[in-house]
């Protein structure tokens, strides 16, 4: 019963020209989204931005589900609907992060463990009677460079994340939610692409094991990685083909057939990037899962310039959203082109 109910929710998300919104920034996070714009972070701006998003008209079409804050999925529209219902109505499944954030790993300098597993069971709960139905854990991963040492991620670091990342996921299959399992190599940093790729590899190997010892079932889950890419500073960029490539190798080295989609989160990558490196890994095919997105950056930077905090920028700030998730939808059938971009929202 709890299997089937979880196998079907995944495959929901990852049906085949729709990916997730993540518009589950912290307090904090959001804060420095709104800072950008100029916008003062107050609830009811909150509330009202995101409003804004999950009325965008015929969202659904390229959304299957939203990832919500703890606040959001408490909060009611401006007349009186919850922000839950404006999804569900809209055929969009709600979402929320459950993590307490990346915190400071004590004894490895620089490296961080997400907490949140206390009374995790009776959040998952209450978040389910809200609506949830599924939810989201991140943990993260930096590269030093080799000339700094290579020390980092440490095994330690890779341990310990990817026991909460299960412990997380194990939970959230009781409470029949799908966890969007997130380990996120970070793209800060001068590396090369073979050190991403390495080390993507062995957090991708060592969260597999972890889940499979706390009994989490592949089917009924969902992966969020990043993709294998040179660090933002690294003199030696790559193609997006290549990128695809050296991706696509390491997901087959390391994710089970049994999951049915790997949804991806975009990083600090612009908004076209992540739509072109997502189109080339579906243009190459040839892997057993769906591959979508999962995007939070890529998909609200160009709704959030355009909005700016006014009401009267609605129309264009929906617009600009309707269009990255309509070019991310037709990256996940590998069918986007770069010709489309000009038809700006
Ligand atoms: P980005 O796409 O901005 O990386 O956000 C995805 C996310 O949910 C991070 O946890």
């Not at 307490?100 to 209450?126: C, I, N, P, Q, Y």
């Not at 700094?148 to 029949?176: F, I």
């Not at 060592?206 to 089917?219: C, G, I, S």
Request: net charge negative; with cysteine.
């Amino acid at each position: 019963m709890g299997l089937q109910e979880l196998r079907e929710t995944a495959e929901a998300l990852v049906a085949p020209g729709k990916g997730i919104l993540a518009a589950d920034e912290s307090g904090g996070t959001i804060k420095k989204r709104f800072d950008s714009i100029d916008v003062e972070s107050t609830e009811d701006n909150r509330r009202a931005y995101r409003e804004m998003l999950f009325r965008t008209e015929g969202a659904a079409d390229h959304v299957s589900g939203v990832i919500l804050f703890d606040e959001t999925i408490r909060q009611k529209a401006a007349d009186g609907t919850p922000l839950v219902e404006l999804l569900e109505k809209q055929g969009i499944i709600p979402g929320i992060k459950v993590d307490a954030g990346a915190k400071d790993l004590a004894g490895s300098k620089g490296e961080t463990v997400t907490e949140g597993l206390d009374g995790l069971r009776e959040r998952l709960a209450e978040y389910r009677e809200l609506g949830a139905r599924f939810a989201k854990w991140r943990a993260t991963y930096s590269i030093d460079s080799k000339s700094k040492g290579g020390r980092r991620p440490t095994d330690y670091c890779l341990d310990v994340n990817a026991h909460a990342l299960a412990r997380y996921a194990a939970l959230c299959q009781e409470e029949n939610l799908v966890p969007i399992v997130e380990p996120e190599v970070l793209m800060d940093g001068d590396h090369d692409i073979d050190r991403c790729s390495e080390v993507t590899e062995f957090v991708l190997k060592t969260v597999f094991q972890e889940l499979y010892y706390a009994r989490v079932k592949p089917e009924g889950l969902v992966l969020k990685p990043n993709m294998v890419v040179p660090g933002k500073k690294c003199a030696k960029q790559v193609s997006d083909a290549e990128m695809a490539e050296r991706t696509l190798h390491v997901l087959k080295a390391c994710v089970p057939v049994a999951v049915p989609g790997i949804a991806f989160l975009s990083g600090g990558q612009s908004d076209v990037e992540a739509t072109a490196r997502l189109d080339a890994m579906n243009k190459m095919g040839g892997v057993p899962w769906r591959l979508t997105f999962s995007y939070g950056r890529a998909l609200q930077a160009a709704p959030q310039k355009a909005w700016s905090g006014k009401a009267e920028n609605k129309a264009a700030a929906q617009a600009a959203f309707a269009h990255r998730a309509e070019m991310n939808g037709l990256a996940t059938l590998g069918k986007w082109a770069a010709d489309f971009e000009k038809k700006a929202a």
